[in-house]
């Protein structure tokens, strides 16, 4: 035997002895065993045993364009052979990293022209955190460096990424958050909204915003950050009076609007971006995930006229930057993914047609003793758990009920990702119909199961 067929016959052990996952209690990982995923086509992938399991969350939430695009993989090779690296920065640059600066702004609203590239979301948000006091520095205000975020909000995991978040378990590994970043309350309307409408209740939270601002003083506050539908915490769509609000206080209190489009762009939504969806205008957005479906890492910061102009004709050297900004074959991964997303009218698929499918798939779970309410936006979508619809009454354990219903669902062939009470949906961009209809399926069976456990 080689070496590398005896090592795959054993890689679960040398998972075990070698590796350390992410996010993960390794000590019952191990003693669990990991799962092996071996390959991928269209929204499937398959593990070394051969099982076969519908990928309802896109690898995590990036695989926009699907599994097996060869493509991209041929574009990958391409720029291999070409130049396989090359950094952009001393007066350099690549085709593919130029191309794609200019492909991103054209989908992006007329005041976004620029973007700075980065190798992961996470990075991206590190980067406009430091423009954004830049900006304001270079006019003259350096106090004014303050960022608000939000309680369960996810902004990566660098120090500046986990400050930005708003998880507390994340905050209590590394004495976090760093100095300069504070958090106000999320639009969690089912588990937070108590007896105001949903409507009231946006409105509610928006203004916390500016009640942080006016007590920390506008002249010391640099930006407020926040996803368009926040992710990681559960898929929360907000309410619609929210994000007219936030982008109304922004304005009249002068401090930048940071959306984090790591997930919600490249189609998610059923619109280019997250804020298209919702009609704001970001002056900073980072970007990361569905940029190349996943296929090759890379994110950026999508940079408003506003703030571009200041960056480029005012600060001299933005003192920022990573060997990897702008990697050319990352790049071309990228580029020709965004060519299938535009060839293929994804982002107006998912609009008119698969976003619309799923969303009346997840709602005629309703039903449902143990759903409380689904919510979807384009292919982003949550069910949530409930012991009691009536007064919207929740588990005592919630994580509990929620890997009930995801288990069950990993046994049956669907992959689902489960946030405490909600289960998670983000499928690749191209699933078609019957597909969704598996999904639907799958996880009425899995809502049964989970039911008569938590009812002991
Ligand atoms: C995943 C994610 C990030 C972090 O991206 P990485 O590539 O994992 O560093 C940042 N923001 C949001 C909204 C995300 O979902």
């Not at 991209?72 to 001393?90: G, H, K, S, W």
């Not at 006019?139 to 708003?166: C, D, F, Q, W």
Request: proline letters at 5%; aromatic letters at 8%; hydrophobic letters at 40%.
């Amino acid at each position: 035997m080689s070496n590398l067929s005896a090592a795959a016959s054993n890689l679960g052990a040398l998972d075990a002895a070698h590796h350390i996952h992410p996010f993960s209690d390794m000590q019952k990982l191990n003693a669990a065993g990991t799962r092996i995923i071996e390959r991928g086509e269209g929204c499937y992938i398959f593990d070394n045993h051969g099982k076969k399991y519908l990928d309802g969350f896109a690898g995590l939430w990036c695989v926009n364009v699907g599994y097996g695009r060869k493509e991209i993989t041929e574009a990958v090779m391409r720029q291999m052979n070409e130049l396989p690296y090359y950094n952009t920065f001393f007066g350099t640059t690549t085709p593919p990293t130029v191309l794609l600066a200019q492909k991103i702004t054209s989908h992006a609203g007329p005041n976004i022209n620029r973007v700075f590239f980065t190798g992961s979301g996470s990075e991206a948000n590190d980067t406009w955190f430091r423009m954004a006091r830049v900006y304001w520095a270079t006019l003259g205000k350096p106090e004014k460096k303050m960022v608000i975020a939000r309680r369960n909000g996810y902004h990566g995991s660098t120090v500046v990424g986990a400050s930005l978040g708003g998880m507390k378990y994340m905050h209590e590994q590394g004495a976090l958050p760093i100095e300069g970043i504070v958090h106000i309350g999320q639009p969690y309307w089912y588990g937070e909204g108590a007896d105001l409408s949903p409507a009231e209740f946006g409105l509610k939270v928006a203004r916390e915003l500016e009640a942080k601002i006016d007590e920390l003083g506008e002249d010391n506050v640099a930006a407020f950050v926040a996803e368009p539908i926040q992710g990681a915490g559960g898929v929360i769509v907000p309410p619609e009076t929210y994000w007219p609000e936030i982008a109304r206080i922004c304005k009249a209190r002068n401090i930048l609007l940071v959306v984090d489009e790591v997930i919600c762009g490249f189609g998610r939504t059923g619109q280019w971006f997250g804020h298209q969806h919702f009609g704001v205008e970001p002056d900073l957005a980072p970007i990361a995930k569905g940029l190349s479906s996943g296929y090759l890492p890379i994110g950026g910061v999508m940079v408003s006229d506003r703030v571009g102009e200041v960056l480029v004709n005012e600060v001299g050297d933005f003192n920022h930057g990573f060997t990897y900004s702008g990697h050319p074959v990352c790049a071309a991964a990228a580029l020709e993914n965004l060519r299938i997303i535009e060839d293929e009218k994804l982002v107006e698929r998912v609009r008119d047609d698969v976003g619309p499918y799923l969303a009346a798939g997840l709602k005629s779970l309703e039903d449902h003793p143990m759903v409380g309410q689904t919510q979807c936006v384009g292919l982003m979508a949550a069910v949530q758990l409930v012991e009691d619809k009536a007064d919207r009454k929740r588990f005592e354990d919630k994580e509990k009920a929620g890997i009930e219903v995801r288990n069950h669902c990993l046994a049956n062939g669907l992959v689902l990702r489960a946030t405490g009470d909600r289960m998670l949906y983000s499928p690749p961009l191209v699933i078609s119909r019957s597909e969704i209809d598996d999904m639907i399926t799958i996880t009425r069976n899995g809502l049964d199961h989970a039911w008569k456990v938590m009812q002991g």
